[in-house]
T-cell receptor
Framework: NAGVTQTPKFQVLKTGQSMTLQCAQD?????MSWYRQDPGMGLRLIHY???????DQGEVPNGYNVSRSTTEDFPLRLLSAAPSQTSVYFC????????????FGPGTRLTVT | AQSVTQLGSHVSVSEGALVLLRCNYS??????LFWYVQYPNQGLQLLLK??????LVKGINGFEAEFKKSETSFHLTKPSAHMSDAAEYFC?????????????FGKGITLSVRP
């Protein structure tokens, strides 16, 4: 099992550019989510999905788009990058809600100049 | 609504000393509580969790935490710190509220261990 994988590990974007952060899991988990981690802010939920075809907004969704066409993949799209989106992004998956452990990917470090 | 408070951003202990990282939570329904650890340049991994039952929960690497409902607390302890415990620690709370159940993290505490 590879667990949760994320690509790329590092990315530098210019303001206004768009890109997609990839996330995949091979554990057949229904629940997947995207977080951003900023110093002193902990992890904040961007978007999440409770199964293929179902997504919803988290705490900080503005400027990001998601879709879930398969159980395995949950890409995060930055529509028009801004310096405020400079952060470390983590994807996580879980076999269920609430009481279940979340399994995290290694993260993508994004810098927007 | 649910929230987590982790007081202080940095704790420093000597190797062999007691580790105590504090966590208080707020939840309108019975909570599930978690501690995650993040080593430098890595993702988060679960240390331990409380769901139901025994209020003293043991986790990996000698850590444990006690759920105290009356104090709305879930403090993390380890009797004797090791250099390898240096990392960032996150307390998190969840509760089952249907399809929109979410995990809410505290701001994290950085643990340093002095030789």
């Amino acid at each position: 099992n590879a667990g949760v994988t994320q690509t790329p590990k590092f990315q530098v974007l210019k303001t206004g550019q768009s890109m997609t952060l990839q996330c995949a899991q091979d554990m057949n988990h229904e629940y997947m989510s995207w977080y951003r981690q900023d110093p002193g802010m902990g992890l904040r939920l961007i978007h999440y999905s409770v199964g293929a075809g179902i997504t919803d907004q988290g705490e900080v969704p503005n400027g990001y788009n998601v879709s879930r066409s398969t159980t395995e993949d949950f890409p995060l799209r930055l529509l028009s990058a801004a310096p405020s989106q400079t952060s470390v992004y983590f994807c996580a998956s879980s076999p269920g809600l609430a009481s279940y452990e979340q399994y995290f990917g290694p993260g993508t470090r994004l810098t927007v100049t | 609504a649910q929230s987590v408070t982790q007081l202080g951003s940095h704790v420093s202990v000597s190797e062999g000393a007691l580790v105590l990282l504090r966590c208080n939570y707020s939840s309108s329904v019975p909570p599930y509580l978690f501690w995650y650890v993040q080593y430098p340049n890595q993702g988060l991994q679960l240390l331990l969790k409380y769901t139901t039952g025994a209020t003293l929960v043991k986790g990996i690497n000698g850590f444990e935490a006690e759920f105290k409902k009356s104090e709305t607390s879930f403090h993390l302890t380890k009797p004797s710190a090791h250099m390898s415990d240096a990392a960032e620690y996150f307390c998190a709370v969840s509760a089952y509220t249907g399809a929109n159940s979410k995990l809410t993290f505290g701001k994290g505490i950085t643990l340093s261990v002095r030789p």
